[in-house]
Each structure stands twice: as structure tokens, then as C-alpha cells.
């Protein structure tokens, strides 16, 4: 008999989507195929501090989170410095990761680091490719730089910010525009500006959530477009889908995809001009290539009035929940989501295989010694 490979799903975390995260668990628990896989769920607090299985059971069973974290935490000595991720303990038997965390930690190359350090397999890009994906100055600039198109932005930091005025800011992109923390998801701390008293107010919001800040050009009512890519070193692309928001409101805010989704309409697949689907699935893929990312990423896409579209950002670990449009792009496009899954996991154990053949110790070309151990 095969063994079962034994899976850690990671859920939680600190970030604003963290219910989200939790919605996704449990979606993905449920599509994972348990003939083939043993699954043990732990998961981060809003503290950023990892329960064991016992207690992440026990909340992903239904039990109200604020008890089970007060109980888990009377147990520790939190008068001492505590490593969060002491439940790691639990984890010897563990064959690979399977992280649900949207946001910082989950998406900004921390956790990333984590699995490589226990040397283990795990879905999604690597630490480099999640770090840049993840802060949306470095993202736009390798995408300028590898000719795909994107919104001509500045970037304003704390000592800078008397640099960049209204007036200024204005006449170098126009009178609308989106104010936004470069490395933060969920449309947190996102203001759509139009005027100097906008401008002063969204970055004072915004320098709450980061330090680097892009001021970025905006497109006045355009189609907001999203793809599915899945794959390593040979992605592939969904078909596309379309985000409708209610009429009135600026953009697809933390509102519309979390707090009151009933006005927003998702199209999948959406009705375009052949050229224009090509146009966003090549440049999606260039993108994809370009920023390194690997197993999975949904990104996003803004289209204006003349059908040009812009890409707008890479998500490295799109929702699983039963509205988000990753798993849902692949369902119209002919993957089921139990099949989804295995899939990713196949490209996370891929990808490890292909990483464990990189060493990183230097050896003069005919002298290794037989036996001598590489490191991945």
C-alpha cells in the first residue's frame, strides 16, 4: 500500500484577510482527497503565533476563536519571549506544506523562508519571487523592465513625501488617481484622489500600513479583469473573468470582497475581443515568468474605454473560497478543484526535486568526492 502523504495546512495569520484564510481551509480541506493524503491544520493567530492541532482543530471545527486562543494562551509564559511557532514541535512527521495564508507572512516570502529552512516541499513561489510579488514597487518595476505594460506611478515615503505635493503629483499623472501601501493585499489602506485634501488624508491612511507608498495613475471606469495561471517552469493561463462592482462605488474595495459581496457580479468566463483575451493572457504569463513566481498566482488586470489593458498586481495565494476566482477561472476552464489541488501539490513537489539539485557550496570542477552532500 502507498503511503499517504502527510500534508500540514497552514491557515490564519495576522493580516486582514485572516477570516478569509480560514474560509479557504476549510475548502481546500474538504477537496482534498483523503485516500491519498493525511492532513494535520495548524493555525496562526491574528498574533501571529501558531497553535498546535489540537487547538487549530478545535476552531476550524466550529469552537469561537477568541476562547480557544485565551485557553492556548494561558498556557504559554508570555512573560517570557515566545518563538510563535513553537506547535512546529509537532511537525517532524510532516511531508509537505500546504499554506493558506493570504497577506503578509503568508504571501511576502516569510513563511516561504520557514519551509526552506525545515528543507520541506510546499505550494506556491519561493522566497524571492513572493517577496517581490508582494510589494507593488518592486513588482512594477520588473515589469517595466521586462516591457509589460503597467500604470505609470511615484513613490512616496515618509522622507520624501514633501517631494511630492498634489500639485506636483497632478500634473505628472493626472487628477485621478489611487493612493496605495506598496506591500499590502486586500485593498487595505487603497483611496481613490482627486483633489489635494484627498491626497493629504489617503497617504496619512496609507503610511499607517507601510513606508513605501505608490501613488499610482488611475483609469476611470475600467473593466477589472482577472486570469488563473497554474504551473512551474511551463505555466498555463485560465480563461479570463470579470469583477462588476456595484454602480457608484470606486473600485473592488475591502468591502466588496469581504464585509458585502451581494452587489458585485463575477463573468467567467467574460465575453472580450479575441485580440484583447490574447493580449492579457501573453502579458500575464510574461509576468508571471519575469517576477519568478511558481505552482500558482491569480493577476489582475485593468482594462480602460479603448480596451487597452494594464496589469494591475500578482496575488501568490489567491482565496479558495467559494466566491474567489482563482479555483473558480479554473473550473470554466475545464479543472475541477479536487484536481486543482493534487495539481498544485504535484508542482510544489516538482519544484522542490528540481531545487534539491542546486548546491550551495563551492567545488572545483572533477574534485567532488563521492558521497559528499549537497544541501537544497
Do not use: C
Amino acid at each position: 500500500m502507498t503511503k499517504k502523504l502527510h500534508i500540514a495546512l497552514l491557515f490564519g495569520g495576522n493580516s486582514s484577510e485572516h477570516d478569509v484564510s480560514k474560509r479557504s481551509a476549510h475548502n481546500i480541506y474538504d477537496a482534498l482527497d483523503k485516500d491519498k493524503y493525511d492532513v494535520s491544520i495548524f493555525m496562526f493567530t491574528k498574533d501571529g503565533i501558531l497553535l498546535n492541532n489540537e487547538e487549530s482543530q478545535r476552531i476550524f471545527d466550529g469552537e469561537p476563536e477568541d476562547k480557544v486562543v485565551e485557553e492556548a494562551y494561558a498556557k504559554m509564559d508570555l512573560t517570557k519571549p515566545l518563538a510563535p511557532i513553537m506547535a512546529l514541535n509537532e511537525l517532524q512527521d510532516i511531508d509537505f506544506f500546504y499554506p493558506v495564508i493570504h497577506g503578509n507572512l503568508g504571501e511576502d516570502g516569510t513563511i516561504q523562508g520557514l519551509f526552506k529552512l525545515l528543507n520541506k516541499p510546499y505550494i506556491g513561489s519561493n522566497i524571492a519571487a513572493s517577496a517581490i510579488s508582494f510589494d507593488k514597487d518592486l513588482t512594477k518595476k520588473i515589469l517595466s523592465e521586462a516591457g509589460i505594460r503597467n500604470t505609470p506611478y511615484v513613490l512616496v515615503t515618509p522622507e520624501t513625501r514633501d517631494q511630492y505635493p498634489w500639485t506636483q503629483v497632478e500634473e505628472k499623472l493626472g487628477n485621478l488617481t489611487f493612493v496605495k501601501p506598496a506591500k499590502q493585499g486586500s485593498s487595505v489602506g487603497i483611496h481613490k484622489v482627486t483633489n489635494a485634501d484627498e491626497y493629504e488624508a489617503a497617504l496619512d491612511d496609507a503610511f499607517k500600513y507601510d513606508y513605501k507608498v505608490l501613488v499610482e495613475q488611475g483609469i476611470d471606469h475600467p473593466q477589472e479583469i482577472e486570469i488563473s495561471i497554474l504551473g512551474n517552469e511551463h505555466p498555463i493561463a485560465s480563461k479570463l473573468g470579470a469583477v462588476r462592482v456595484p454602480k457608484g462605488d470606486a473600485f473592488y474595495d475591502y468591502d466588496n470582497k469581504f464585509v458585502d459581496a451581494s452587489g458585485v457580479i463575477f463573468e467567467l468566463p467574460v465575453k472580450l475581443p479575441q485580440y484583447l483575451v490574447d493580449e492579457i493572457t501573453d502579458m500575464a504569463l510574461k509576468a508571471y515568468r519575469a517576477l519568478g513566481m511558481k505552482g500558482l498566482a491569480r493577476i489582475d488586470f485593468l482594462v480602460d474605454a479603448n480596451n487597452v489593458p494594464y496589469l494591475g498586481e500578482p496575488n501568490t495565494l489567491p482565496g479558495f473560497t467559494n466566491i474567489s476566482l482563482y479555483p473558480q477561472m479554473w473550473e470554466v476552464s475545464g479543472i475541477s478543484y479536487s484536481e486543482l489541488i493534487d495539481r498544485l501539490i504535484q508542482l510544489g513537489l516538482d519544484e522542490f526535486k528540481r531545487n534539491s539539485k542546486i548546491r550551495y557550496d563551492f567545488q572545483e570542477l572533477g574534485t567532488e568526492k563521492v558521497g559528499q552532500k549537497k544541501y537544497n
